[in-house]
Nanobody, 119 residues
Framework: QLVESGGETVQAGDSVRLTCAAS??????YKWTGRWYRQAPGKERE???????????????TVGEAVKGRASISEDNEKNTLDLQKNSVDHEDTATYYC?????????WGQGTQVTVSP
């Protein structure tokens, strides 16, 4: 099970940190690919960032062009979370953000967390 949190209403230029908490499995013991997506009203869902954890060690991360230079994805093995840090947000970042994890043939999704950037 995945549960996102951290969504809030922020001002343009602020930073926001989103957390995706995994339960039922310790992420440090498994190979998985984690992603953050977002979906704004009336728009298609788009991938924001990806982190592949091949184990052992840490895998590469990628971020979408729309947020390049303003977003980073990371894992926290102590908290068992996949995190998304977004800096210098603007109105284009207003959306519901979702996390997903793929473990082998299984895919897990959270319920989403809302980020709203006020003018």
């Amino acid at each position: 099970q995945l549960v996102e949190s951290g969504g809030e209403t922020v001002q343009a230029g602020d930073s926001v940190r989103l957390t995706c908490a995994a339960s039922g499995f310790p992420i440090r013991l498994y190979k998985w690919t984690g992603r953050w997506y977002r979906q704004a009203p009336g728009k298609e869902r788009e991938q924001v960032a990806q982190l592949a954890s091949p184990r052992p060690g840490r895998g590469p991360t990628t971020v979408g062009e729309a947020v390049k230079g303003r977003a980073s994805i990371s894992e926290d093995n102590e908290k068992n979370t996949l995190d998304l840090q977004k800096n210098s947000v603007d109105h284009e970042d207003t959306a519901t953000y979702y996390c997903s994890m793929e473990l082998g043939t299984e895919s897990y999704w959270g319920q989403g967390t809302q980020v709203t950037v006020s003018p």
